[in-house]
């Protein structure tokens, strides 16, 4: 009898040797990988001239944006809002976006024309024109106008992209 068949007399199938499947699927995954990826680059590429040829010009690709830098205007806005009938005050946090070093420079060494221009704007305002988020939007339209007015006095470009409240608080 075998040493296979010596324990509780049912024969055993011998031991089948370790397969090298694993590593063979994996090298042709990778395989089938990269020429599909070959494959799909080519075929766009090649796709992509056509619309040149038939008088579609193609559009240059746009440089990719520098990252987006914040600074805060502080401290923050209060003023007396102008209702006639009430007392009223807005508080407002306001940061400004740009994306280079110089701007933001150019925001800190200006911030006294800017503050002085923001609350004079900002105390022209009626709570009713900035009750709802139209009112608002509208306002900090008319901020980052303002900033970029200054900014294109002082430096030659508008220079801030956008502006935020980070707080907005009128009573």
Do not use: C
């Not at 590429?45 to 914040?70: D, L, M, V």
């Amino acid at each position: 009898m075998s040493a296979a068949a010596d324990e509780g007399g049912i024969p055993q199938a011998a031991p089948v040797p370790k397969a090298k499947a694993p590593v063979l699927a994996i090298i042709v995954a990778v395989v089938m990988s990269a020429a599909a990826s070959g494959g799909a680059a080519f075929w766009f590429s090649s796709h992509g001239a056509p619309a040149a040829a038939h008088g579609a010009e193609a559009k240059p690709e746009a440089a990719p944006k520098a990252p987006a830098q914040y600074l805060a205007l502080e401290p923050v806005f209060t003023v007396n809002l102008e209702d006639p009938d009430a007392s009223r005050f807005l508080q407002v946090e306001i940061q400004v976006m740009a994306r280079d070093a110089a701007t933001l420079e150019a925001l800190k060494n200006h911030q006294p024309r800017i503050r002085n221009a923001l609350l004079l704007l900002l105390g022209q305002q009626k709570s009713a024109q900035i009750a709802d988020r139209a009112g608002k939007e509208k306002l900090q339209a008319a901020v980052l106008a303002e900033i970029q007015k200054i900014l294109k006095d002082e430096t030659g470009k508008p220079g801030v992209e956008a502006v935020y409240f980070t707080s907005f608080v009128t009573q």
